[in-house]
């Protein structure tokens, strides 16, 4: 794609920029009366114009249609889309309503596929986790267990793409969002008192946070686990699942957020179309965090500690 494309890009979503979201509007949210005044509200912030992360991306995608480092950016749908593909042919249940878009992958055919051993109609970053997880959920009828697989495959699969044609944005976004999952994952374990295979299924690894040590210590029990994590660059992490899982999972959101505001300030690149893609997801998150406390009567001061970090 040429440099100018590029810059037109960038103008678009910089102009769009303005229809996001912010603190103040999270604010009037959450001080509503009802859900009906949040519509209202929102209706009147966008236009009427409610932007969902499928379209933000087909508005980045018709942008740079030959970006495929943009294509890592959906990765996390389309594991899942594997995930639930692989449970509708077990359970004999349509797929369909349990698929999340966007995604890179063909769905109308995506269970035919799997189901069939045709995986070489998958793209390549997942044709061998699609036959793997096939072989593994036939062979051990242990669902869990799959699902571990297909997310610890989703990690490197990012990480892998994003050192093949990523550039370094996209390598530090792969970089975080692995870290963070093994984290949650590991601590997640560690609790259940998971046996070694399980862990080594389940847990990644990167150049941040090596595998082997995160499940020697997660097998060494979970107090073993946070004092490893202490004497890493992610001792904040440690600290936070002492006091509160849901802050961990908070300051995750926020450190991708940190990442994407780096982006801001440039003229050409997918960089900017990254963040962009990034900050309306950010965007759906915070509505969904609001609408649910709310359902359940969690006050204000709840509501606004849950808040993720905003792009504008």
């Known amino acids: ?69 943009l294509e890592i950016l959906l990765y996390k749908n389309d594991f899942h889309n594997l995930k639930a593909a692989l449970k509708s042919i077990i359970s004999g249940r349509e797929p369909e309503k349990y698929y999340i878009r966007p995604t890179n992958l063909d769905l109308n055919h995506l269970a035919q596929s799997v189901s069939a051993k045709d995986y070489e109609n998958l793209p390549d970053f997942i044709r061998n986790t ?91 029990g979970t107090e073993s686990l946070l004092n490893f994590l202490e004497s890493t660059p992610y001792s904040e992490a440690a600290k936070l699942l002492r006091d509160s899982p849901a802050q961990f999972e908070k300051w995750c959101d926020d450190a991708v957020m940190e990442l994407a505001e780096t982006a801001r300030m440039k003229s050409f690149g997918t960089e900017p179309l990254i963040a962009y893609y990034i900050a309306a997801e950010a965007e759906q998150k915070n509505l969904r965090i609001i609408t649910v406390c709310r359902e359940f009567g969690a006050d204000r001061e709840t509501i606004t500690e849950r808040m993720r970090k905003l792009y504008v």
């Open 130 to 220: 699609a036959e793997k997880a096939y072989d593994l959920i036939v062979e051990t009828s242990d669902g869990q267990l799959a699902d571990s697989f297909i997310d610890s495959a989703t990690l490197n699969a990012m990480q892998k793409s994003s050192a093949d044609f990523g550039g370094d944005f996209m390598q530090k976004y792969a970089q975080i969002i692995t870290v963070c999952a093994d984290i949650k994952t590991a601590y997640r374990l560690s609790r259940m008192k998971k046996q070694r295979n399980f862990i080594e299924n389940a847990i990644c690894g990167s150049t941040e946070l090596d595998k082997d040590s995160l499940v020697r210590e997660t097998l060494n």
């Open 1 to 69: 794609m040429s440099t100018i494309k590029y810059a037109n890009a960038v103008a678009a979503v910089k102009a769009m920029e303005n229809t996001l979201l912010t603190r103040n509007d999270m604010e009037q949210f959450i001080n509503a009366a009802s859900a009906s005044e949040i519509d209202s509200l929102i209706s009147a912030k966008k236009g009427g114009n409610n932007i969902s992360a499928e379209s933000v991306w087909e508005m980045i995608h018709d942008y740079a249609p030959d970006s495929r480092e």
